[in-house]
């Protein structure tokens, strides 16, 4: 029977779930199954979905290629068109063979059967100025998107298709990709950790408004930080003298020291005291009044980032900082993660005093709804919101910051109503 094009749909079982969640391999094998069947590839669009999950269309001249996978499942629905002399055969054989399917079903239509077509004339000529703009130069174009989301809310970043860095450290995966629109990311078990372009939002926000406020900082304590950017920021404070971090996955270390050396930079400053290891029993051990400034750079609380928001930690904090020592801490976001942005104030509230503990408010985009803090606790009289002014603006004229400077000092701390309100700092109306 003649038709127009050969449809497949098939539904690969059995696949390896390592493979299925893996958007840069899912695309590499589609378009590689294209042109084993002999198709001529001109596009690729591909999204990977945090957690899991794939959804990707190559599109070739004679028609496409479609996928979606469930990882969880071991699970992939492929749709393979053609309305070519194409093999489409070809291209199930590649792909069952490479998702390690052991198991599919397949169903085969012809599509757009001829007898039941009536053909209709139309003026070629009119269109043929465009032909030169229609035709494949011989080279494809790649859309591989990175999404980061949860059950609500999603950002997607468009990336080369290369996955620079990926290792499986015993507490997470981490990568690196290249995106079009921030450059090189780290991503931890697919969540934005930094990117090139914004990372100075997070870095200096941790780092400078704390320092400035303390003044002299002469011992300083990162715990996590492992990218880098956050001993960068401190190391450019002519009082320091000693930096300790505590990073507990050495693959963080390694992947940033290859791949973002603008953030990672000062990893080999003599001033630098690197540790691989566990930060909370670190701190638990370590020695009362020690640190004049302790910054807890750590992740969302899972995963080995889980224990850096107990009140047993920050009591341990509070123990190893100087007598008017500051802690400053990664706070979550108000909009994206409200609940565990009161509890670390009110914890940190208990242990320090509530008039001892302020929110610092700042903005970086690609953080879920751009928003984020931290919070910052003070064991001694120093007040954060109090800095030098003139010491701020010399201090942002000498070393070129791109986001801090004496007027944003003064606004993070200044709270949206909303905020006061989560906070309890304002009465909420009935």
Request: net charge negative.
């Amino acid at each position: 029977m003649s038709a127009l094009g050969n449809h497949i749909l098939v539904e690969f079982t059995g696949c390896s779930p390592e493979i299925m969640n893996d958007v840069v391999a899912i695309e590499r094998d589609m378009v590689e199954a294209a042109v084993r069947a002999e198709m001529t590839v001109i596009n690729s669009t591909f999204h990977h979905f945090s957690p899991y999950g794939v959804s990707g269309v190559v599109v070739v001249q004679e028609s496409h290629l479609a996928i979606h996978t469930w990882p969880e499942y071991g699970y992939a629905a492929v749709d393979i068109f053609t309305c070519g002399d194409t093999n489409t055969w070809a291209a199930f054989d590649y792909l069952q063979d490479q998702f390690k399917a052991k198991n599919y079903s397949a169903i085969e239509m012809r599509r757009g059967v001829i007898n039941l077509l009536e053909r209709m004339d139309f003026d070629l000529s009119s269109m043929r100025s465009q032909t030169t703009d229609r035709v494949n130069p011989g080279k494809y174009t790649r859309d591989v998107w990175f999404t980061d989301k949860d059950e609500n809310q999603a950002l997607s970043l468009r990336y080369t298709g290369e996955v620079l860095f990926r290792k499986e450290s015993p507490f997470q995966r981490v990568s690196v990709l290249d995106t079009h629109a921030y450059g090189k990311m780290l991503t931890i078990d697919n969540m934005v950790m930094c990117t090139e372009k914004d990372e100075y939002h997070y870095h200096e926000m941790i780092s400078h408004p704390a320092m400035l406020a303390y003044g002299n900082a002469k011992n300083v304590l990162v715990i996590g930080g492992g990218d880098g950017g956050t001993i960068r920021e401190i190391l450019k404070h002519e009082s320091v003298e000693k930096v300790t971090m505590v990073e507990i996955d050495g693959v963080v270390i390694e992947a940033c020291k290859e791949h973002l050396p603008s953030i990672s930079c000062e990893f080999d400053n003599p001033k630098l005291n690197l540790i691989v290891g566990d930060g909370i029993e670190f701190v638990k051990n370590a020695k009362a009044g020690e640190y004049d400034l302790i910054m807890v750079d750590g992740s969302d609380p899972v995963g080995p980032a889980e224990g850096l928001f107990t009140d047993e930690f920050y009591t341990n904090c509070k123990n190893a900082l100087s007598e008017n020592g500051l802690l400053v801490a990664q706070g979550e976001s108000p909009m994206f993660n409200g609940k565990v942005f009161v509890e670390l104030n009110q914890c940190l509230s208990n242990i320090f005093g509530q008039e001892k503990v302020n929110t610092l408010l700042f903005y970086i985009p690609t953080y879920p709804t751009g928003m984020w803090s931290f919070q910052i606790a003070s064991k001694g009289n120093i007040n954060p919101i109090n800095a030098d002014e003139s010491k701020i603006e010399a201090f942002v004229n000498k070393n070129e910051l791109n986001y801090y400077n004496q007027e944003i000092h003064k606004a993070a701390f200044a709270m949206p109503n909303f905020v006061k309100k989560l906070l309890k700092k304002e009465a909420v109306n009935a």
